[in-house]
């Protein structure tokens, strides 16, 4: 697909080589300071020099020998100073900018650019028996919107829950629950029982040695596929999935695999003794399998001296099958920042063990949550937050916006749009910054009408809809539009920001950034809101500009819904 915008800098490009004057690998072209009242600028030091001439003066004659095609979408080339500046042609820009949204529709912002190559994504990865907790939610909310964005780019993704499903500690879990029964509750309650009577357990096990060689005994049962011990083990796996896909449904998270760490069990002895075989590691005098003086890294295990191996073995594993099964150019793991020592040792080791010649190993690390008084989040401190249920408050204060906001709205719309609303202000508290900064749980900010939130860009795109449902019910439309008509300069500004979608897209890809598509959405809204004020549509001056207007208004709800949806966040038609 080739955009308005990079149709507009080629032909740039073309014009200039088309002078005979600058050869092609001299043009290297910028985007101009915000003052400066031009789209792109090519600065002539480096061809002036080249040429031996004054960069002002080989401006000037660049200005004059370039010819524009006719139709072309560059407006006005000026010379200033040793800038060669570029404009784009409002009229023509508008007509091609409305008629691409038109045309791709919910594909407008889509690229080409993955074709041909497999992204592996690891998010979310809850660990089994427990509920998740605030570094999951992260995980899955920036994992899923970078899922989204590169299958937007053109690449095949695969999603992969890296289930915390395997380990010493599910000898604990057993036991408990033989001791203890099956928790009645459902959903992240269940999760909550369990995770007591785990506590429980561990607790008395400390006091009782029986008891926890009766753990050790449920472990070893399991690892050894004793039926009784499986199914009891499959039973809390299907426990934790059933709730985490409730929370999965509400925030439109679909991950196309589960694996889980169990799946890798019988891989372990073949990744120890390559680790071992190739000489990255070696068996101390205790048995142990360790990991010593690489790339600096602190000395780690990859099996313990009883044998048992640890999530580093199952990682390296993993990333073997990845590689087998995928032919991944890149895998991207969603992990929060605590986790950087341990991917920065387990992408070294399988670096030097040979496993990934050319797939590239990516972390994205994200901060920690803040609640609203500025305190981490943590289990210890009582103030840990949970998905359901911080699900649930959203919804709820959302619902209070909502009958605020929109006291007419048919109840069960009240109720979808309270969901949307709330969901919504939860996601994008994770993705309108910079993952790795720490993120708080500020209700006021978070579902803010008119602040830097969703429920802010939900209304937005409402806006838009509900201005082209009261045109259509006083049907005026009967007019052709001409969308050269477009021209203010407000109009200008919003057509020229819509034309960056593609552009934001591929920057959000390359900079593992959902921001910058938050960022771009959050400047359509104020564009938008700048337009709507300084430019009657309903009302405008003729029936041909009315039309006009109502399609800019169109192509913005369109472009703007795309936006929110490589977000996660639903777009409601009214609010
Ligand atoms: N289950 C892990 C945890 O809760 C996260 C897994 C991240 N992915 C990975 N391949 N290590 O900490």
Redesign the pocket.
């Known amino acids: 697909m080739d955009y308005a915008l990079e149709r507009f800098t080629a032909e740039v490009t073309q014009v200039l080589v088309a002078t005979g004057r600058v050869p092609a690998n001299l043009i290297e072209l910028t985007t101009p300071k915000p003052n400066i009242p031009a789209d792109l600028a090519l600065p002539m030091f480096k061809a002036a020099k080249e040429l031996g001439q004054p960069p002002p003066r080989l401006a000037a004659e660049l200005a004059a020998a370039i010819t524009l095609p006719p139709d072309s979408l560059i407006g006005a080339v000026t010379a200033v100073g040793p800038f060669l500046n570029f404009s784009m042609h409002p009229e023509r820009l508008a007509a091609a900018v409305v008629s691409e949204i038109q045309a791709t529709g919910v594909n407008y912002g889509h690229q080409d650019d993955g074709a041909g190559h497999r992204i592996v994504v690891?998010y979310s990865?809850?660990?089994i028996a427990k509920r998740m907790h605030v570094?999951?939610i992260r995980s899955t909310i920036i994992g899923q919107a970078l899922v989204n964005i590169y299958r937007t780019l053109g690449y095949a993704v695969v999603g992969d829950n890296?289930?915390?499903d395997w380990g010493k500690q599910f000898g604990v879990v057993l036991a408990s629950v033989e001791r203890d029964g099956k928790p009645s509750a459902q959903g992240e309650a269940a999760l909550e029982a369990l995770e007591a009577q785990y506590a429980r357990y561990a607790a008395a096990a400390k006091e009782d040695p029986a008891l926890d060689e009766h753990a050790r005994l449920w472990s070893l049962r399991l690892e050894q596929g004793d039926p009784q011990a499986r199914a009891l083990w499959q039973w809390s796996v299907d426990l934790t999935m059933s709730a985490a896909q409730r929370n999965y449904d509400r925030l439109g998270v679909h991950i196309d695999h589960a694996y889980g760490e169990s799946f890798y069990e019988p891989m372990l002895a073949g990744v120890i003794q390559d680790a071992l075989t190739n000489g990255a590691a070696f068996r101390d005098a205790e048995g142990a399998v360790v990991v010593e003086n690489l790339e600096h890294l602190p000395t780690f295990l990859i099996q313990r001296k009883d044998g048992g191996t640890l999530?580093m073995t199952r990682?390296m594993a993993?990333i073997l099958f990845r590689v087998r099964e995928f032919q991944p150019t890149q895998i991207v793991?969603v992990?929060g920042e605590p986790?950087s020592l341990h991917l920065r040792q387990l992408f070294a080791l399988v670096r030097t063990m040979g496993y990934t010649t050319t797939s590239e190993l990516i972390h994205v690390a994200f901060g920690t949550v803040f609640d609203g008084e500025g305190q981490a989040l943590s289990t210890r401190r009582g103030n840990m937050i949970y998905l359901e249920t911080l699900l649930d408050d959203a919804v709820s204060r959302a619902r209070a916006v909502v009958e605020r906001k929109s006291p007419d709205l048919p109840e069960a719309e009240k109720n979808a749009v309270a969901e949307a609303v709330g969901v919504g202000a939860v996601v994008y508290n994770d993705l309108y910054q910079d993952p790795k900064r720490n993120i708080t749980l500020d209700w006021e900010r978070m579902l803010s009408t008119d602040g830097n939130s969703a429920t802010y860009l939900q209304y937005s795109h409402a806006r838009c809809r509900s201005i082209l449902r009261r045109a259509s019910e006083d049907g005026g439309a009967s007019a052709d539009g001409d969308l050269a008509l477009l021209t203010h300069p407000s109009e200008t500004r919003l057509l020229k920001h819509l034309a960056r979608l593609p552009e934001a897209v591929r920057e959000a890809g390359a900079r593992y950034a959902p921001f910058v598509i938050a960022d771009w959405c959050y400047t359509t809204a104020r564009e938008f809101g700048v337009f709507f004020e300084q430019c009657p549509v309903l009302k405008a001056d003729s029936p041909a500009l009315r039309v006009a207007r109502l399609a800019l208004v169109a192509v913005t709800a369109t472009a703007l819904k795309n936006g929110l949806g490589l977000l996660g966040l639903k777009a409601p038609e009214r609010m």
Request: net charge negative.
């Open positions: 690891d990865a809850p660990n570094g999951h890296h289930l915390g999530y990682d993993t793991y992990v986790q």
